[in-house]
């Protein structure tokens, strides 16, 4: 991955008055001039958290990410990704840990899904490439 790569993703994803937390890898050092500040933890030197600026939170978002894809779906396509990774999202934003019970959690995905339909259509082809 390089910064060019790397530097669509973020800008669509992350709001730009956004602190962008990373490690000190090079590749950021470019994407972070784009947003409010960009803070940095150096793991080479075993610098995990400085403060609140740590990258833990995330590594243990695509932690639990990767260990659902690897071990519960198992084969997922490129196509439907984001519809996994946003599945963990809500799982993640709405965990107990956060005082959401399961109760509040059937509640708020039935409020995500209202007025949305699924359908069994194929996707084309050019939606596959993505």
Sequence with gaps: ?????????????????????????????????GFKSHETVNHYTGEYARGDVTTNTVEGFFGILKRGLNGTYQHVAPIHLGRYVNEFAFRYSNRASLNIN?????????????????????????????
């Excluded at 959690?105 to 084309?124: C, D, E, F, V, W």
């Design 102 to 130: 399961d109760t509040q959690r059937a509640q708020l995905a039935l409020q995500g899904i209202s007025g949305k339909r699924l359908t069994y259509r194929r996707p084309n082809e050019a939606q596959q490439e993505i």
């Design 1 to 33: 991955m390089t910064a060019e790569t790397l530097k669509p993703i973020l800008e669509g994803q992350i709001d730009k008055s956004a602190r962008l937390m990373t490690d000190g890898a090079g590749l950021y050092e470019k994407i972070g001039k």
